[in-house]
């Protein structure tokens, strides 16, 4: 009696198992819409655990609050210490950057050094060069109220679609300085950078980002500060 002959596929099934079909000489897999649905939350998921750190921007000059404004006390404690303790459960790292001379202030912290000085963008350039296969979440040291269900959401909403997730405000702008920067915009970053454009915000509104709404609050002067922490 003659055998039939079966094709198997790499995993020792046959290939009708899988509902191939062959054409052009080789085999196309259609895939169930769910096993897509599962793949694509599995993506999301794994993505999430990709490596974040967090980066304080205290490099500002505070010229018009007249001092240091990530030394000023908020809740009994200086104000990069609250944004650091509200970033520690979500990021693998976290380093402060600042100009050279103000590395006295931080002798206990991770820091990375803006010897640049030239805004917000060289504080993410000069991480980005000290690490490009991380994300990084960028918070200004002048958040008011940041917290950490607002890093929690940011880190919440990570996907391989969007290479930012940020805040917007009421008028739905853009907030570079608490957002989180993935791999796959660092290119964009170093690019505008190089070509004169040091507007963070600019490189986000043209960007495919994620955007959060939450009425988040700056301080520029004591007045800004809750009557129990004015100098």
């Known amino acids: 009696m003659k055998k039939k002959c ?5 995993f020792g099934c046959p290939l009708s198992a899988f509902g191939t079909s062959l054409r052009f000489g080789y085999a196309q897999q259609p895939f169930h ?15 999430r655990y990709m490596q974040l750190n967090g980066l304080i921007l205290c490099g500002g000059q505070s010229s018009r609050f007249g001092s240091d404004k ?19 459960p979500y990021c693998q790292n ?9 590395t006295h202030l931080f002798e206990q912290e991770q820091i990375i050094a803006d010897t640049q000085s030239a805004g917000p963008m060289s504080g ?4 980005i060069a000290h690490n490009n296969l991380c ?3 960028l918070v200004a040291c002048d958040w008011l109220n940041v917290s950490s269900k607002h890093i929690e959401q940011l880190c919440a909403h990570r996907n391989p679609r969007y290479p930012a997730v940020c805040y917007v405000d009421e008028q739905q702008r853009k907030q570079p300085l ?18 004169g454009n040091k507007s ?7 960007t495919n980002c994620y955007c959060l709404n939450s009425p988040l609050l700056f301080f520029n002067r004591v007045d800004d500060l809750p009557p129990n922490d004015k100098l």
């Open 6 to 10: 079966c094709r198997l596929s790499a």
């Open 33 to 47: 819409p769910f096993t897509i649905s599962l793949l694509h939350s599995f993506t999301i998921s794994l993505f």
């Open 70 to 88: 990530s030394q000023v006390i908020i809740d009994n404690m200086p104000q990069y210490l609250r944004i650091k303790n509200a970033l520690l």
């Open 94 to 102: 976290v380093f402060i950057s600042c100009r050279a001379e103000q």
């Open 124 to 127: 993410l350039i000069t991480a």
């Open 135 to 137: 994300g990084w979440l």
């Open 178 to 195: 608490l957002s989180i920067y993935e791999p796959n915009i660092f290119d964009t970053v170093t690019t505008a950078y190089t070509k």
């Open 200 to 206: 963070l915000k600019n490189v986000l509104d043209t």
